[in-house]
T-cell receptor, first 112, second 120 residues
């Protein structure tokens, strides 16, 4: 089985722009979670989607949004980028039952 | 809110020796999971070991084992016969088992991480 894939792997944007990141889960997995990793704040949960519905949400401003499609692929959008949004964004998928999450390689976002 | 604390920002070990990484957590839940993840320089998060809170027996995976003390809310990772490939950042993580509505819960709460260096 192919693992979790994330595109693009690297992104450079400027302040004020918006960005969309994509995550394709492992085949058969219905849950996708997103995390932000920064040196200062560590790993923080953004949100989880299960069968196209947002199931949980972390403590991030409304500029961060996401969605999930019927094929379980998920996108995360950040509008009006700020310098502090520079981070590694990780997504993880699981089958939706009592199983562990498998992480993708991440998207490294740099905001200039 | 649940919190996870790793009090050792950095640890080092000689190849073939044993090292223990510490983790404490705080929760009011009784049904949850605990994990150790490894993140090498490639940044790929890899699950090392998992412990279900309802199981009293400590989990083991080859050279990796945990010491789970539920009452003390402590969850340490022991790496035996350390190898150069074990060098990485290690994260302790917590996940409650169910949402308030009874559905499976996906949010992981991570500690700040411990950088492990392995000396040849």
């Amino acid at each position: 089985k192919a693992g979790v894939t994330q595109t693009p792997r690297y992104l450079i944007k400027t302040r004020g722009q918006q960005v969309t990141l994509s995550c394709s889960p492992i085949s058969g997995h219905r849950s996708v979670s997103w995390y932000q990793q920064t040196p200062g704040q560590g790993l923080q949960f953004l949100f989880e989607y299960f069968s196209e519905t947002q199931r949980n949400k972390g403590n991030f401003p409304g500029r961060f949004s996401g969605r999930q499609f019927s094929n379980s692929r998920s996108e995360m959008n950040v509008s009006t980028l700020e310098l502090g949004d520079s981070a590694l964004y990780l997504c993880a998928s699981r089958s939706g039952t009592d199983n562990e999450q498998f992480f993708g390689p991440g998207t490294r976002l740099t905001v200039l | 809110a649940q919190t996870v604390t790793q009090s050792q920002p950095e640890m080092s070990v000689q190849e073939a020796e044993t090292v223990t990484l510490s983790c404490t957590y705080d929760t009011s839940e009784s049904d949850y999971y605990l994990f150790w993840y490894k993140q090498p320089p490639s940044r790929q998060m890899i699950l090392v070991i998992r412990q279900e809170a309802y199981k009293q027996q400590n989990a083991t995976e080859n050279r990796f084992s945990v010491n789970f003390q539920k009452a003390a809310k402590s969850f340490s990772l022991k790496i035996s016969d350390s190898q150069l490939g074990d060098a990485a950042m290690y994260f302790c993580a917590y996940r409650r088992r169910f949402n308030a509505g009874g559905t499976s819960y996906g949010k992981l709460t991570f500690g700040q991480g411990t950088i492990l260096t392995v000396h040849p």
